[in-house]
């Protein structure tokens, strides 16, 4: 993140974007150029390094850049920069109070000729035993710009880049209002986020969209008045975001004084940074074991760690586990040993997804593990011990139910259909359609029925009376 | 009359209202996302006036406050105006803002204030210098534990004093740990920012300080709903002889030399020759403000600006001020002394070739402390700086302030003032101001001026 005054953006018609690198050439050689004046500059006084990153900007902004852009990537590469105090025989502090003090008792609270300092500076140095070039050192040695550059942390000038246009966009962030994202990820990303909303003291509101999951995330307080007390929060979520495989962000920016709408997506993904950001841990030993134990069964089910999340309510539900078989999936959610107040949000949630394969675990051991009995799920109590048989054994009841999925798909066509069907050669989709429909076939059926006994449909227009069907070719 | 229980809850700044079934009032909105009534935290106690109102059948879980008992160490002894203040700001509701000069004592005001209400309360201070010297005031009346909150510290105790920036941070925090909100320096609490200190905040019990509440965006109104109005308020003429040092302002013009005139009119003329080239005027600091962002990519622009900000440098910074300065610190050799420049080189300069101890943003907070410490017990005379002192901070007995350079704000200068008002038997203080004469900062000055005179 950037101090506001480096920020560079456009606005234009309500919206509003950063005027990010493009990562070009001449882009490239300035950050190259910044990169090497810090490189360079270990062992030397703050101030040196000061002077040739200025020298760096003003070339920057000669060959016609920004002079704020220059200014952005040495305020991140100060960021990588270790500096330490110079060494000096006297402690600076010790050295700068003995001299204020000898100045009051002497002159009455300051020096106002050579003579009178000389007279201090000696008479201090000699007290101390050091001459006087080594006790002025001391005295400023507290300052800033007189500290020495002990390392710096290299970074390359394509990635110093993309975390300049990851900075400016948060920078941006800083005032805005809301956040929305669209995003596509897996559940381990979701909770990244999700649990930084959290500690943030941001909230959120989930919604399902085709792909992927929509979050409308603000602070408690903006329901009542719009602010950007949480701008700051908001950018510092945008790492989290940007890592997903599909994402688009929007948000509410305010910028002297008016709104603007800021859009960015993943089309900009080649000039952001890109993180990868582990699997968190599982919650529990509870999982870890059940895990390991599952896999090593040979159950024919696939067994996966934190799948995508689901939505319950206005808000997001990841559950443990997911069991995979060809087509089939099953959730699977293991409620540990928790708090009161956590089960109950975890019922709330689970409550509102009865549409789903959900085997629950719960530890009889519960207070409420009678109440876990009202929800719609498969559920198996256990003791300490969850075993994996068990689990197993309430899997093949979706086994059967898969394979009924599959014979009613193999539902028999009756033999007058087939050979109507069969004695085309070449129709309007319209009329096969309406001659079908006289059989008491839907037209999702028909296009069905046509596929599976092999004819070509051409789908080029979405108008049935301009397409074609006719008996495929077979091609030798 | 209504059996379902209603519970009121506090959540980071705001409060709910949960299992409500009656429309609460106008300020409550509903969220969908925990589906209650929510309003921000300052509305608190109008809340629990409007449900008691309504024999509403409610539990308050809103305040978690600090436990503690105050013990008084010393009695309070008010001057009358102070003993005024403090009555009207019972009167208004203990909800309000006592405008006093600086160094007429607004401190013990707040100390009688809490005294008065004995309930755990949160000072909030503008900077850590005043942070210091609040610990040092509560300490010396009331016997109870005092936290800091702010500048690395987090402690939170019965009396709590906490900066505006980490106030401002950590308000869903703060927000109901109190029931008295005591601001210093209450001018600053409307900014956007700040304002959501007592926004987000439960506490029913308000009371700001300040010499001068007026801002330029006329944002103070807000503070009759932020604290309250202003209860009391004197100003410094009506107090100046009996209580305060009577002051002196004496104005030193300075001239540029031969060399430093050549150079201020050549960058002057070069910046306005690129404004009437491109037919801009400057009326405002928006004006100024789009300068900046033009000349982010104009390359004439920044050569402009960066003219005009040499121009000033050489105005606000003449060699001869520093001769000047020589001479008026011969003048009063012994005596308590605070410069004020705005220019941190200069500073720095001042410092290194009159030995006289630095305190800027920078200094750290050691050294900061042990400074003004040794001024207070007078084993330092003499001390420069930048901004750091420029509010409220209690430099006892010092009597001459010169400002060497400065902007044009009004509140500054009285501020800088202010210091040298502290009472002091047969003495009147004075306060130098250094200005070049022939350039744009006489035009500054006379604008700093319009607060006093």
Avoid at chain 1, 161 to 166: A, P, R
Avoid at chain 1, 174 to 201: D, I, P, Q, R, Y
Avoid at chain 2, 339 to 350: G, Y
Avoid at chain 2, 422 to 440: C, F, M, N, Q, S
Wanted: net charge positive; glycine share 6%; hydrophobic share 40%.
């Amino acid at each position: 993140m950037l101090p506001y005054q480096l920020l560079v953006a456009r606005a234009r018609g309500g919206f509003i974007l950063p005027s990010y690198s493009k990562l070009d050439d001449l882009e490239l050689y300035i950050a190259d150029k910044m990169i090497e004046v810090f490189e360079n500059s270990i062992g030397c006084k703050r101030k040196s390094l000061e002077a040739k990153v200025k020298d760096v900007e003003n070339l920057a902004f000669r060959l016609g850049l920004d002079y704020r852009f220059a200014r952005g990537l040495a305020h991140l590469l100060y960021k990588r920069t270790l500096f330490e105090k110079p060494e000096t025989k006297l402690d600076p502090l010790r050295s700068r109070l003995e001299i204020f003090k000898e100045v009051n008792k002497k002159f009455g609270g300051f020096v106002i000729n050579d003579e009178e300092r000389a007279y201090v500076l000696s008479k201090v140095a000699s007290k101390f035993g050091v001459d006087t070039s080594e006790l002025l050192n001391a005295f400023m040695a507290v300052h800033e710009e007189e500290h020495l550059v002990k390392d710096f942390y290299g970074i390359k000038a394509e990635e110093l880049l993309k975390n300049y246009n990851l900075s400016l966009t948060q920078t941006l962030l800083f005032k805005s209002l809301n956040l929305t994202a669209n995003v596509k990820m897996s559940g381990t990303e979701m909770k990244k986020l999700l649990f930084n909303v959290k500690k943030l003291g941001l909230m959120y509101m989930a919604e399902k969209t085709f792909d992927g999951v929509k979050l409308y995330i603000d602070g408690p307080a903006s329901i009542l008045k719009q602010s950007e007390r949480y701008g700051t929060r908001l950018a510092k979520l945008i790492p989290y975001i940007i890592c997903a495989e599909k994402w688009k962000i929007s948000a509410r920016i305010l910028r002297n004084n008016r709104l603007y709408r800021f859009v960015l997506s993943d089309k900009f993904s080649r000039i952001l940074p890109r993180y990868k950001l582990e699997l968190v841990d599982y919650d529990s030993e509870l999982e870890k074991i059940f895990y390991r134990r599952f896999t090593t069964l040979g159950s024919g089910w696939k067994l996966y760690r934190e799948p995508e999340p689901l939505i319950a309510g206005r808000s997001v539900f990841i559950p443990d586990f997911v069991f995979e078989k060809d087509n089939v999936r099953v959730y699977f959610e293991i409620v540990g040993f928790w708090t009161h107040e956590y089960l109950k949000r975890k019922m709330e949630k689970l409550s509102s997804l009865r549409d789903l394969n959900m085997i629950i675990a719960v530890n009889q051991e519960l207070a409420c593990s009678t109440l876990m009995k009202d929800l719609p799920f498969n559920i198996i109590f256990f003791k300490r011990k969850l075993s994996p048989v068990e689990v197993y054994r309430r899997l093949k009841e979706y086994e059967k139910f898969v394979i009924k999925i599959e014979e009613k798909e193999e539902e028999e066509v009756p033999e007058k259909i087939i050979d109507y069907v069969k004695s085309i050669e070449e129709k309007k989709l319209s009329d096969v359609l309406k001659d079908l429909s006289k059989y008491g076939i839907s037209e999702e059926k028909a296009i069905k029925i046509l596929e599976k006994l092999g004819f070509e449909i051409d789908w080029q227009s979405l108008d049935p009376s301009k397409i074609i069907v006719r008996k495929k070719i077979e091609k030798i | 009359m209504n059996t379902s229980v209603i519970e009121l809850v506090y959540d980071r700044g705001t409060i709910v209202l949960k299992g409500s079934v009656f429309a609460p009032p106008s300020f409550f909105k509903w969220d969908e996302r925990v589906k209650s009534y929510r309003a921000l935290a300052f509305r608190y106690w109008e809340t629990v006036t409007f449900l008691k109102k309504w024999n509403a059948n409610f539990r308050d879980n809103v305040l978690d406050l600090q436990t503690g008992k105050i013990k008084l160490l010393k009695t309070i002894k008010l001057r009358n105006y102070q003993k005024e203040a403090l009555e009207n700001w019972v009167k208004a509701g203990k909800k309000g803002v006592v405008v006093l000069p600086t160094g007429a004592g607004k401190t013990l005001v707040a100390v009688a204030a809490i005294n008065f209400l004995s309930m755990p309360s949160l000072v909030v201070v503008p900077t850590l210098e005043l942070m210091d010297q609040w610990e040092k005031v509560l300490g010396k009346y009331f016997s109870v534990r005092i936290g800091r909150f702010g500048g690395g510290r987090k402690d939170i105790e019965f009396l709590t004093i906490a900066t505006y920036d980490s106030a401002y941070l950590n308000a869903e925090f703060l927000g109901n740990k109190f029931m008295l909100l005591i601001f210093d320096e209450v001018h600053h609490l409307p900014s956007p920012g700040y304002r959501q200190i007592a926004e987000l905040n439960a506490a029913p019990y308000r009371l700001g300080l300040t010499a001068t509440p007026e801002r330029e965006d006329n944002l103070h109104l807000d503070l009759r709903y932020l604290v309250g109005p202003v209860v009391y308020r004197r100003s410094p003429r009506e107090l100046a002889g009996r209580y305060l040092a009577d002051f002196d302002i004496v104005k030193v013009r300075v001239k540029l030399s031969d060399e430093e005139r050549e150079k201020y009119f050549e960058l002057v003329d070069k910046y306005k020759r690129y404004l009437s080239s491109r037919g801009i005027k400057i009326r405002s600091i928006r004006d100024f403000e789009k300068l900046i962002i033009r000349s982010g990519l104009d390359k004439e622009a920044r050569e402009a600006l960066l003219a005009w900000l040499e121009a000033r440098r050489i105005a606000f910074n003449a060699a001869a001020k520093i001769e000047v300065l020589k001479g008026i610190l011969a003048k009063h050799r012994g005596e308590r002394i605070i410069i004020f420049t705005e220019n941190n080189e200069i500073v720095r300069k001042i410092s290194l070739n009159f030995l006289i101890p630095e305190i800027t943003y920078k200094t750290s907070d050691e050294e900061r402390r042990l400074i003004m410490e040794k001024f207070r017990k007078g084993e330092i005379n003499a001390v420069v700086t930048s901004k750091v002192l420029e509010e409220g901070v209690d430099v006892p007995e010092a009597n001459v302030a010169i400002v060497l350079s400065g902007t044009g704000s009004r509140r500054e200068f009285i501020q800088r003032l202010g210091r040298i008002l502290r009472p002091k038997k047969g003495k009147r203080a004075v306060l130098y101001e250094i200005v070049t004469a022939g350039t744009a900062e006489t035009r500054v000055s006379r604008k700093r001026r319009k607060g006093v005179s």
